[in-house]
Structures are given as structure tokens and as C-alpha cells.
């Protein structure tokens, strides 16, 4: 009846998952009772989770994002101080729950931390930027955000039902394999990541098809602000990439369900082919992650500094280029397999060349910055502190690129120091950067500035703290993954590491009190024209938080940093304007369509991963069922009259009027 | 461990290149990070001094110089790039004195087997060689991958079960050294390490008819209870009874090792043996 599952998939002998799944439950279920007993849940439900507003579902994606790196950078502290005390003894985590978390860890940092908070603003901001008041699939939008989260969800039941995988963040095989993991635990890790990744396919495919197709009147391409170009990038990699990760992942699954013999040691499996096709995915998602980063920085070095970004053309270039190259370069993360000398030089070369596009990216910010007036607000400081980590990050990588180098440093704590530098310096500080900078845009305050600056310098230094050592244990030959170890010579090394992410973790302790902080002080910081840091590109145009609608017009864009252009016309001008004819605006209905698919693939996943056979077919029909329920649908519009629009929008002008004319008089 | 203190001519020559690439960079990551801190400082909206250049957002001189740069920079670590990968390459002969040693590593679920093909004799968890010889490696494994490493000796290489891969070292000054797996394979993984003795080569002969005189045979019957999954705490040696038992495992014919077994049908599975605590 139930598969596989029994009683004893509680692990009711390990106190640490029992306890924190417990306290889990206990909090969920808290909000929830807190949630119906106050009357909230038809505003949840109508306004949240059923919405397919592309702003709520960047929120949402952003808060899923947040929620998410609390438990994996949980499983960073417990990483740290296991391999601070276990010298010459077993620590306090045993081996099979030690892997199970630095598995966990990785997993849920790239795929549940790091690629929901870049969508998350790429959502948000993106439609505000290109002028228009949608993206092209505002449901598929809906349904792509609770995939992600029930990939998230599976993994978080894994710490109390069963196991999660014990074999690293890319599970290969043939540890990874039935013979060798009997376990559910890959079997968390794989079905996780299918259903999330089609609602990460599905997002790129939104994105994409927003930026080539939705585009408001005079915003050719040449035109867009940077952010779009390192989205459209970003999305167009989600879009060839993410494929073959569904079918890798499907054939290993087919390896462990169905007896199929792709990656197993016996029947011509082939384990490096699961190297070579996981990576042609991987690869590709590091720039995923951090091009919207790169987009980010663009914005916000160009907004702080009051300048339009230099060198934008080379800037477009540089994305495109990266873009294009990173497919090329999967190979460098296996040189010790023993391909050849031809074969590793011309992928370490090739690996190299994405360091061209790159420090040309990091010359034009700093050239944005060269006769800019620079305001250092928290946005600005995370900027210029991921330009100097990056850079280390980029020496690092550009040396893990020569082979030679690459046969002493290849999984070593080095290499975990080079992408951790890459990822928190530049993915990282980009979400915390896009985060302080576009809040005030996404809920109408702005957050305040000390805690802000005190997250910034707390989570900076911590980052050096923690992984400048892991440079050096590297550089002393200390490999990856290590549950416990004799060489005394790492120890040191290992405790300065723990004491960084003790830093690392009062960082986010800051940011969390710059939110309670920035909530109570809301009427004081709060943003009225629209416009808090004097912005460029046209989500600054509109006020703060949008109208559903965003734009009562379609704004006319005459060249770069359209709405600096428009404030720079209206100064010379006068800022009268005509009086502007209102017009009905047809806005998309909400759905719960993305809600009640993932709510059925929860259980289809869920009951996959346990074997429960009539429960996957329950859950495969429901979701079959929503489709076809939404595809029938009648109507998908509704419409907001034009009184009500011109009642918004003049709200929004005379609060920008007020605060202009309050202005000249002084 | 220190990989800045090579005990051989590969892992000398991979550190060399290691650094020297690390100083072509600083060449232009220094001025570069000064350059971000400085205009950062300078052209901050209180200082006054600092010229408001709003328009200052292009230059066809800057440009071509911020792609020459790290163009050039990237031409010439490629040339690294490649002239090192053909010249370390690891199967590529490292000439040594006197006759090489044929040694066939096979990594096992949690321990490293030494197979020494022309002296019939194997060890586990101690690799033993002669200083100056040239040392040639086979390798495989006999279930999940790892990566042989002696960092001071340099080139890791991966192991993979039913392929062999070749690796070619040498050990320049007696002493004892360290090695590991370099890639996680499951429960027993950090207990993968190895001594390396690098004995004289006079001392070498004498140690392997010592170890030829061991009551232990290694032959298909012991290789197969070697492999289950478990750790191994002692430095046990072996008489090799059949020189092909490397051919054997690389080629499959004994069968990849067994996994461990499931605790409970809910899937929780459990590491081979309590030894791996």
C-alpha cells in the first residue's frame, strides 16, 4: 500500500534531523493556524498564491530563495564545525549524516537558494524595465514558481522521512547508482530536481519569449538596460541547458528504476558519460546564476555613480560572448580523467577566453565609476565589494583552468574556496545587491541603510574569514568532503574557517533585523515618488509598489536609460503635462493552476521516490487533470476600467508633483 | 602535504606552473583591484575635488585597451596552457634512474590496493618505492571512482571501474609521505589515505623479498573479501599468487564490488560494516 515507507524511515535514532524537522513543523504550523485564525488566508489565497502578477511571483520566489538559504547555510555551520573538531576523531556528525548534508548543502544553494533568488528579481523587475505590463505566460509563470517549490518541499521531507542523497550535489554515478546507494535518498535528490526544473525551464522559456517579444514602444534592443541583456543571456542558457539536465537525471533514474544500464559499472554503463552531459549543463548554470548578477551590478554601479553605464555596446558584447563560450568549457571540471593532452589544453584555453568577456565587464564598472558621483548606499557597497572578491574568485579560476595546475587543485578545498568566491562574491552579493536596491520598487519603503551596511561589512569580512583558509588547506592538499581527517596541519586552518562562518552568520542575522527594522519604520522610509535612488531605467517610473497594471501608458523610449531621458526632458520642458486619456487596461486573471499542478506533483514526487504506485498515478492524473482544466478555459482576462486607472495613476502623479514643486520651492 | 614543497619532478612542475600563472595574473589583478578601491574613494559625491564627468561613458582608447588586456594576458596562459598540458601530460614517460616500477593501484571500497606485478607482491594502504625510479601506474577501480593523489609528487588521476588509466611519477628524496582519494566514494572515504615510503633503491630489493616472504596470498578468493566495503586500519602486504589480477579486475572479469546492503525496506541504507565508524 505504502511502498516502500514504514515506520522506520523516521530516523527516530539521530537527534539532530528529528529535532530541526520538528521545529520546522512546529513553525509552519504555527503560521498557519496564526494565518486562518487572523482571516489572512483569503488574502493569501487571492492574492499571493493563486496571483500571476509577475511582481508577487518575483516575491515569492525571492522569499522562497530566503527561507531556503537559512537551511542550507544551517548546513554550512554544522559543515564547519565538523571539520573543525573532527582532527584525529569522528567529530559529531557520523559519516552518513555528514554526506547527506554536504549533499543537501550544495543542492539546495544552487538550485533552491541561488536560482530562485535570480529569478525571483528577474520577474520583478524585468516587465517594469522593458515598459510593459506583463510577461509573455503569466500562468506558466505561476505554474514554474510552485515547481521550484516543491522541489524545495521534497528535499526539506527528506531530513525527516527517509534520507537524502549521500553522493555530493551532481550525484554521479556509479556511487550514485542503485549497487552502490540502495537508499531514497538520490531518489529524493533526482525527483526534486525534475520537477523543479521544469519550473525552471518553464521560467527561462517566460523570459525569454518577455524580452524578444514584449518590449514597449522604442525600446529596440540596443536600447534595453543591461539587466534585460543578462536575463535574455541568462534565460536563453536556462533554455538550451536545463534539457539536459532533465535528461540526465531521467536516464539514471531509469538506471535506478527500471534496471537500465547508462551509468552502472556493469552491461557497457558508461560512468563519464554521466560526467560529460551533467556538466554541459553545469557549466552552463554558473553563468546562469551570475549573468543576472552581472546585470544587477550594472544597474546599480551606473544608478549610484550618476552616470550612464560605460561602454554599453562592449557590455552587450561581453554577455552575449560568455554567453555563447560557456558551452564550450564543460570539460575543465573532469582534466584528470585522463582525456589527452590536446583535449585539455584546448578546453583550458577555451575555459580562459570567458575570462576576456569578463574583465571587460569589470573595466567598464569601473570606468562607469571613473567621473561618476558615487553614493555609497548598501547597494553601491555590495557592488564594489563583489568587483574585488570576483577578481580573486576569477585568478582563482582562471588557474584551476590550466590542466597542469588543475592535477594538484581538482576537488580540493581550494577549488570549494574558488567557487564559493565566485558564487557568494558574485551571485550572491548580486541577490543581496538587487535585493536592497529594488525593495523599495517592490514594496513602496526603503530598507534601512545601518543594518544594511552592517550586513554588508559582517558578510564580507566573514566571507574572507571562512574561505581564504580553505585557499591555503588546498594549497596543503586537503581534499573535498572530508568527514574527518589526521593531518594536523589543516586543523588551524579549519578552526579560522569556523570562526568565519560565525562572522558570515551574524551578516545574516543583520540582514534579517534590517527587514524587522525597515517593516516598523515602513511610514518613515517610505518611498512616494517612485523613484528612491534616482534612477535610470523605467521601473523607476512608475510608483513604488506598481500598479498591478504597472504603466497606465506604455511609456515612449527615445534611447538608453529611458527614464533618466524622460526626467532630463522634463526639466527642460515644463512638467505639465497634457491632460492624458485614460484607456481600459485588460490585465490576466489569477489561477490556481500553478498552485494545484504543484500540489500534484508534490504527491507524484513523493509517492516515486517511496514507490507508491497507485499514489503516483493520483498525483500524475491531478496534475494531467489542471492542465487540461486551465487549457478549456473561457476567460483569462479581466478588465480594469479606465476610471479606475486614471483614479491610480493620478494618485501616483500627485504625489510626484507634490514632492517636484516641494522641491523648486526650496 | 604542502603542494608548495614538491618531493619529485611532476608535482615540481606542476607547482611551478601553479605559481607562475598565479604571478602572470597578479600582473593585472593588483593594479586592477587598486584601480576599483581608488576611483571608488576618489570619486565619491563628497569629495569636491573630483570631476563630475557625466557623459564620460565612452572611449574607443579604453576600450580596446580593457579587451587588449585581459586578451593578452589570456593568450599567454594559454600558451602555459598548452605547452604544460602536452609536456604533464600524466601518461607521458618521467625518465628516472634504473629500471621503472610497474605498479597496478586498484581503489576499493574504503582502502587503496598496491599490486606490484614484477615483484608478485601487493599492499594495502602503504605504497612502497624506490627513490629516482620511474614509477608507472595502472589504475582502476573495483566498484565507485576515486582520484589517486600524492600531492607531493603531483598529477592526480582518476580511477574508474572496467577502465584503466596511466599515470607516470617519481619520487626524488627517501622519506614518507601522504596520499588520498581525491574523490568522494561514499561512507569510508576519508579513511583513503596512504603512507607513501620512498626508500633508497638499494633498500627497495631488500623490502620486497621481505614482503614476498608474507603469509597472506592475494589471489581471486582474497581479492574478493579485500573489496567488501569496509576500512582498513592495518598496512596489511601480500604474496601475489597470479601477476594478471589487475587484468582480471580492470577488464571485469571479477565482478565490480558489492554496495551495502539496506537496513530497512524504507530505504535508509547503512554503510558497509560498523567499521566504517
Known sequence: ?666 | MNLLDPQGPVAAANSTILVDSVFIMLVIVVPTIVAILAFAFWFRASNTKARFQPDFVYSGRVEMVVWSIPALTVILLGGVAWIGSHQLDPAAPVPGTGSPVRIQAVSLDWKWLFIYPDQRIATVNTLTVPAGAELNFQLTSSSVMNTFFIPQLGSMIYTMNGMVTRLNLRADNEGKLQGLSAHFSGDGFPDMMFDVNVISPLAFPDWVATTAKSDAVLNEASYKALMQQGIERGRPTYRLEDPRLFDLIATQHIPPGPGPELISAAGRSHSGGHDAR
Open chain 1, 1 to 666: 500500500m505504502l511502498g516502500k515507507l514504514d515506520w522506520s524511515a523516521i530516523p527516530f535514532d539521530q537527534p539532530i534531523p528529528l529535532v530541526a524537522g520538528a521545529v520546522v513543523l512546529v513553525a509552519i504550523l504555527a503560521v498557519l493556524i496564526w494565518v486562518v485564525v487572523k482571516g489572512h488566508l483569503p488574502y493569501l489565497w487571492d492574492e499571493w498564491i493563486t496571483s500571476v502578477d509577475h511582481k508577487r511571483i518575483g516575491v515569492m520566489y525571492i522569499l522562497l530563495a530566503s527561507v531556503m538559504l537559512l537551511r542550507g547555510g544551517s548546513d554550512a555551520i554544522m559543515m564547519r564545525i565538523q571539520q573543525a573538531v573532527a582532527y584525529q576523531s569522528q567529530g559529531y556528525l557520523p559519516p552518513e549524516h555528514y554526506n547527506q548534508i554536504f549533499s543537501a548543502h550544495g543542492t539546495i544553494m544552487i538550485f533552491f537558494v541561488a536560482m530562485p533568488f535570480v529569478i525571483g528579481l528577474m520577474n520583478l523587475v524585468v516587465p517594469l524595465q522593458l515598459g510593459v505590463r506583463d510577461v509573455a505566460f503569466p500562468t506558466l509563470n505561476s505554474v514554474g514558481f510552485w515547481l521550484t517549490a516543491t522541489g524545495a518541499l521534497l528535499v526539506n521531507i527528506s531530513l525527516v522521512v527517509g534520507e537524502f542523497a549521500r553522493t555530493g550535489w551532481l550525484a554521479f554515478p556509479p556511487l550514485s547508482g542503485l549497487s552502490y546507494s540502495p537508499g531514497v535518498g538520490v531518489d529524493y535528490y533526482a525527483w526534486s530536481l525534475q520537477i523543479s526544473g521544469v519550473g525552471t525551464l518553464v521560467a527561462g522559456i517566460n523570459l525569454v519569449t518577455t524580452v524578444l517579444k514584449l518590449r514597449t514602444r522604442g525600446m529596440n534592443y540596443l536600447r534595453m538596460p543591461m539587466f534585460c541583456w543578462t536575463t535574455l543571456a541568462s534565460n536563453l542558457l536556462i533554455v538550451s541547458a536545463f534539457p539536459i539536465l532533465t535528461a540526465t537525471l531521467a536516464m539514471l533514474l531509469l538506471d535506478r528504476y527500471l534496471g537500465f544500464h547508462f551509468f552502472t559499472n556493469e552491461a557497457g554503463g558508461n560512468v563519464m558519460m554521466f560526467m560529460n552531459l551533467i556538466w554541459a549543463w553545469g557549466h552552463p548554470e554558473v553563468y546562469i546564476l551570475v549573468l543576472p548578477a552581472f546585470g544587477i551590478f550594472s544597474e546599480v554601479v551606473s544608478t549610484f555613480s550618476g552616470k550612464a553605464l560605460f561602454g554599453y555596446r562592449s557590455m552587450v558584447l561581453a554577455t552575449m560572448a560568455i554567453c555563447v563560450v560557456s558551452f564550450m568549457v564543460w570539460l575543465h571540471h573532469f582534466f584528470t580523467m585522463g582525456a589527452g593532452p590536446d583535449v585539455n589544453a584546448i578546453f583550458g584555453i577555451a575555459s580562459m577566453i570567458i575570462a576576456i568577456p569578463t574583465g571587460v565587464k569589470i573595466y567598464n564598472w569601473l570606468f562607469t565609476m571613473y567621473g561618476g558621483r558615487i553614493r555609497f548606499a548598501t547597494p553601491m557597497l555590495w557592488s564594489v565589494g563583489f568587483m574585488v572578491t570576483f577578481i580573486i574568485g576569477g585568478l582563482t579560476g582562471v588557474l584551476v583552468a590550466v590542466p597542469p595546475a588543475d592535477f594538484m587543485l581538482h576537488n580540493s578545498m581550494f577549488l570549494v574556496a574558488h567557487f564559493h568566491n565566485v558564487i557568494i562574491g558574485g551571485v550572491l552579493f548580486g541577490a543581496f545587491a538587487g535585493f536592497e536596491y529594488w525593495f523599495p520598487k517592490a514594496f513602496g519603503f526603503r530598507l534601512d541603510e545601518r543594518w544594511g551596511k552592517a550586513a554588508f561589512w559582517f558578510t564580507f569580512t566573514g566571507f574572507y574569514v571562512t574561505f581564504m583558509p580553505l585557499y591555503i588547506a588546498g594549497m596543503l592538499g586537503m581534499t573535498r568532503r572530508l568527514q574527518h581527517y589526521d593531518v594536523a596541519a589543516w586543523r588551524p586552518w579549519m578552526i579560522v574557517a569556523a570562526i568565519g562562518m560565525a562572522v558570515l552568520s551574524i551578516g545574516v542575522i543583520c540582514q534579517i533585523m534590517q527587514l524587522v527594522v525597515s517593516i516598523r519604520n515602513r511610514e518613515a522610509l517610505r518611498d512616494r515618488t517612485g523613484d528612491p535612488w534616482d534612477g535610470r531605467s523605467l521601473e523607476w517610473a512608475t510608483s513604488s509598489p506598481p500598479p498591478v497594471f504597472n504603466f497606465a501608458f506604455h511609456p515612449d523610449v527615445r534611447g538608453e536609460d529611458a527614464y533618466w531621458d524622460m526626467k532630463t526632458r522634463a526639466q527642460q520642458q515644463s512638467f505639465e503635462h497634457d491632460v492624458p486619456e485614460y484607456q481600459d487596461i485588460e490585465m490576466p486573471r489569477n489561477s490556481p493552476t500553478g498552485f494545484i499542478c504543484a500540489f500534484f506533483a508534490s504527491i507524484m514526487g513523493f509517492a516515486l521516490i517511496w514507490h507508491i504506485w497507485w499514489m503516483v498515478i493520483l498525483g500524475g492524473l491531478g496534475a494531467f487533470a489542471t492542465f487540461v482544466v486551465f487549457a478549456w478555459r473561457d476567460h483569462d482576462e479581466y478588465v480594469i476600467p479606465a476610471e479606475e486607472v486614471a483614479r491610480i495613476d493620478r494618485i501616483n502623479l500627485e504625489e510626484r508633483r507634490s514632492l517636484v514643486s516641494m522641491a523648486g520651492a526650496v
